[in-house]
DNA sequence: GCCAACGTTGGC
DNA sequence: GCCAACGTTGGC
């Protein structure tokens, strides 16, 4: 099975990816998604799945890369049963962010979901973009 | 702070 | 099961 490869968003004044590197090894489960979409994407998550880590509202950047570290489970933030959420643990900062505009800016990368589907806030990440991206970001090779 | 996009809810 | 109203997200 091939690895899947995602992307996380996050408001860097609720939490950003230095604080994910803060929590280190264990990394921090990633509660809060109250999205169907975004909820099914977790659950298709892998141990050891990449992940570009971007800014929303502040930044608005690709900032680093997040690597799962726990399959999809209850979401202890809600009772409701539906919500589940993976765990994350920083993976590495990338050399260069990559803003939005530098994405919406490259041909290669018009149809991913950054640009299609801004409101979604677990998205895939096609393995040429993946490439893409971690070439812009000057992350070489891509991991 | 505004507004467009879009997901969710609830009445019928 | 449709669809209008509403709420939220997130770029600008």
Known sequence: MSKNYWLFK???????F??????????EQWDGVRNYAARNNMRAMQIGDLGFFYHSNEGLEIVGIAEVCALAHPDTTTDDPRWECVDIRAYKPVPKPVSLADVKANPKLSEMALV????????????DEWKEVCRMAELVPAP
């Open 116 to 127: 299609r589907l801004g409101r979604l806030s677990v998205q895939p990440v096609t393995p």
């Open 18 to 27: 230095d604080q994910l590197r803060s929590k280190g090894e264990k990394g």
């Open 10 to 16: 996050s408001e860097p004044s609720v939490f950003s």
